[in-house]
């Protein structure tokens, strides 16, 4: 029986010739400012992370989302939206944390500016994405993830002292590299009223 004949499809199974959007993955943070931003993540790599180099160091508004060109497009209108009714505000990350036994991740607590992260993440995710979490919202500045324990032990002990303080006048949007690194694609300034 001679019927029509399928369309090829390469090996990500879309149809061959087709140019065909695959989903973005992006994500939303306060990068840490020159030269902390990259002490921590060298402390991180000292610790043995392999994400020391592949993650600036950061704190997290919105967490690894997938998403296609039209919500990507109406998000990257919503950030602008977010930072323009949103002040500058100051952070002091001060001594360390963990989320053990939950998750084994040790991390620089977030000390002042806790409330402005906040409004910030619940803003973010009050627009066109969606985005169930799958722990409670708590700013922090991951230094050591995916390593043995007595890895962990160091990275608390180590930085239990660490404290500094700097001024947020924006956020960036990232995407996530085909290399798994995380890149800035845009920055938002937060309004100084």
């Not at 879309?14 to 993955?25: C, K, L, N, Q, Y």
């Not at 400012?33 to 043995?48: K, N, S, T, V």
């Not at 009050?126 to 985005?131: A, M, V």
């Not at 660490?162 to 085909?178: I, N, P, Q, R, T």
């Amino acid at each position: 029986m001679n019927g029509p004949t399928e369309p090829a499809l390469d090996r990500f199974g879309t149809v061959e010739g087709v140019s065909v959007a695959r989903p973005t993955t992006i994500g939303v943070s306060i990068p840490i400012p020159a030269p902390h931003g990259e002490y921590l993540q060298q402390r991180r790599d000292d610790f043995g992370d392999p994400a020391a180099w592949q993650i600036p160091a950061h704190i997290t508004l919105l967490p690894p989302t997938e998403v296609d060109e039209e919500a990507y497009a109406a998000f990257r209108s919503h950030c602008a939206a977010v930072a323009a009714v949103q002040a500058s505000f100051s952070v002091v990350l001060r001594g360390t944390g963990t989320f053990r036994p939950l998750s084994d991740v040790v991390f620089i607590q977030v000390a002042q500016g806790v409330s402005n992260c906040e409004a910030l993440e619940v803003a973010l995710r009050s627009g066109p994405i969606h985005r169930d979490l799958d722990f409670y919202y708590h700013p922090h500045v991951t230094v050591a993830h995916n390593v043995p324990a007595d890895a962990l032990d160091k990275a608390f002990d180590d930085l239990a002292d660490y404290s500094v303080a700097f001024k947020v006048g924006s956020f960036h949007l990232y995407e996530l590299g085909d290399d798994g690194v995380w890149r800035p694609v845009h920055e938002y300034a937060l309004s100084e009223g």
